[in-house]
């Protein structure tokens, strides 16, 4: 198929498409008001369900319904939106009802503003809802990336019962670019054994997160916990980007990742040793490998379009195998390859000085 | 030749036992429930939503396939069951606290939107599970945990009448107050409830049914007192009746 103009958040609403998504069910709020758009266009002339739901609380609670039944369906939202959402999806980790969330991220805290951010990264990865629960994160970072990560979020939903998110932010929902819909490319499993439709010949089933008996709770959060770590074993996604002889490592995520690899360029063409790691599953982090790379690499250095929030778990998988510096605006302000390029210039020396020291 | 009068539903579980307080009003709404859904054939196609509240132990009552759903939710969830399986029998079974005060938006836009399903309220006037506070649907002067001198209106407004309200929406097919305090105003209910199953078996619009019910323990009232509560005081404030019935006004 060939390549076309596409602009991110459509990108998306297309792709849940040819994944097969049966139904939508979203609240405008800018930036990501063309998917909704989208699906009120193509979804009822497919046959498929389109709701404009009465608010955010609505439209992921419909995408329970919808899940229960072993039904693809969707929604999405940004930053304060997404907050509304967060009770349900920690009780669609609890019931284990699959579903697709698309946020696309908004400066913030409050209302803040609609400039593109990335400080939702605690909201999708460490979650604002109550209890032990882990949502799939997936982290594109170009428009072509958008529509592949969209593709695997309907599978693994439904694959492992589970909530995933799409987490991007509002410089890759409003971009164009050429990108290419392949075909959809897994085979979905079979939901007959456990989806709702009716107790026809068998015995009832329910999905339900309330389990009040002793010990039940803990029971199913071990086991829950176990799934997670199935999740992280054959799902953990990362792109490693010049990195074997990189001395400095620049680790992000999304578009910010796709920033940093042009300063790493540049910083190439200057002599320095840079490279990128960045993260495509945000959970499942990859620690281990950003582990390895730590330990070859002299420092790394976080960026973020935040406050410092992957930092966290930057700094947890390097776990002191180099030293981790970070560099992040937020609430709409822009990481430009430049300004990226200005601080590796600046941490970079510090390598050379610990470096002529002896310290390294 | 004996003849059969009573029998447990079979929408029921064999081994299910009611948990509900004495004198609760909840297990002779179930009981009617699962009554219709057998008289209708709809055990093999029906899927309950339940919600958050003394009405949220369904999977452990009915032999039905059970969706559980966040407070206030469940009418969302039944909305995301409904158009995945339009052929499957879809209702709510939530209380006042659920779809008339936390949940009250999500109640009135799914009426609003025609939703091919079935609510079915409790009314006991207050949080029963949580010990008794004042709902929305809670009356003027009731001492509930929250209002220990009487609800106030200058201080917490007046109670919500969820059924009329619901009656005004456009894709509402079948609104009603009913109450459960003699044989006969249970046979009422019964068949309030069967009108409101129908209008979505039929694909009329959305059903919803309110039902009077009594909480002797947060009332602090013998049952017998607190039935006679329902019909001295409370229809004072929540009249019964029904206040749409679109299948009636087809035949007129």
């Not at chain 2, 009250?104 to 939107?113: D, L, P």
Request: glycine content about 10%.
């Amino acid at each position: 198929m060939a390549k076309v103009l596409v602009k991110g958040n459509e990108a998306i609403a297309q792709a849940a498409i040819n994944a097969g998504c049966m139904c939508y069910f979203g609240y405008p709020i800018t930036p990501q008001s063309e998917i909704g758009e989208y699906m009120g266009a193509h979804l009822p002339e497919m046959g498929r369900t389109f709701i404009t739901a009465e608010s955010e609380l609505a439209s992921i609670n419909m995408v329970i319904g919808a899940g229960t039944t072993g039904t693809k369906a969707m929604t999405s939202s940004s930053s304060c939106g997404i907050a509304l959402m967060q009770e349900a999806i920690s009780a669609m980790c609890c019931a284990e009802v699959p579903g697709v969330i698309v946020s696309v991220m908004r400066g913030g805290p409050g209302l803040g503003n609609i400039a593109p951010a990335q400080n939702d990264y605690f909201q999708a990865v460490k979650g604002g809802g109550n209890g032990d629960y882990k949502t799939i994160v997936l982290s594109p970072s170009t428009v072509q990336e958008a529509i592949d990560l969209t593709y695997r979020a309907f599978h693994i939903a439904i694959k492992y019962r589970n909530p995933v998110m799409l987490l991007a932010d509002g410089i890759l929902g409003q971009m164009m670019e050429p990108a290419e819909f392949g075909e959809y490319p897994f085979d979905d499993p079979d939901t007959s054994s456990w989806a709702l439709n009716g107790a026809d010949n068998r015995p009832a089933r329910n999905i339900v997160s309330l389990h009040m008996p002793e010990g039940a709770m803990e029971q199913l959060t071990d086991r829950l916990f176990e799934k997670y770590e199935q999740i992280a074993k054959e799902e953990t996604t990362s792109e490693s980007f010049m990195i074997d002889d990189a001395k400095l490592v620049l680790t992000a995520f999304g578009s910010v990742g796709r920033i940093a690899k042009a300063a790493a360029i540049k910083a190439r063409e200057n002599g320095m040793k840079v490279g990128v790691f960045r993260p495509v599953t945000l959970f499942p982090f990859p620690d281990k490998d950003l582990h390895e790379v730590a330990k070859k690499a002299d420092m790394i250095l976080d960026l973020e379009m935040n406050k410092g929030q992957m930092l966290l778990d930057v700094r947890s998988a390097v776990f002191g195998a180099c030293p981790v510096e970070f560099f992040g605006r937020t609430a709409g302000g822009l990481l430009t390859p430049d300004l990226i390029y200005q601080k590796i210039e600046e941490v970079y020396k510090k390598i050379e000085t610990k470096t002529k020291a002896g310290v390294v | 030749m004996e003849t059969l009068v009573y029998k447990r539903p079979e929408s029921l579980l064999k081994d299910g036992q009611f948990t509900f307080c004495p004198g609760c009003g909840h297990g002779v709404v179930l009981r009617i429930i699962a009554e219709l859904i057998d008289e209708y054939n709809l055990k093999k196609d029906t899927i309950a939503i339940s919600s958050v509240g003394c009405s949220i132990f369904l999977e452990k009552f009915f032999d039905l396939d059970v969706a559980g759903a966040s407070h206030g939710r469940s009418p969302c969830v039944a909305t995301g069951v409904k158009r995945c399986k339009p052929d499957k029998f879809v209702f709510t079974y939530q209380g006042d606290g659920d779809a008339a005060t936390i949940g009250f938006n999500e109640t009135i836009h799914t009426a609003c939107r025609g939703e091919h399903i079935t609510t079915i309220m409790i009314n006991n006037t207050n949080f029963g599970m949580t010990g008794g506070q004042a709902s929305a649907t809670t009356l003027v002067g009731q001492v509930t945990t929250t209002t220990p001198k009487g609800r106030k209106p200058e201080l917490t407004g007046y109670p919500l009448h969820a059924a009329e309200i619901i009656a005004g929406c456009e894709g509402t097919a079948y609104a009603a107050r009913v109450a459960i305090t003699t044989s006969k105003n249970i046979r009422q209910a019964k068949e309030a409830i069967r009108k409101a199953f129908e209008a979505q078996i039929k694909g009329l619009g959305y059903g919803f049914v309110e039902v009077l019910a009594a909480c002797p323990t947060n009332w602090h009232m013998k049952p017998i007192e607190a039935v006679k509560h329902i019909d001295n005081i409370i229809e004072q404030v929540h009249p019964l009746g029904v206040f749409k019935d679109v299948s009636a006004q087809e035949t007129k």
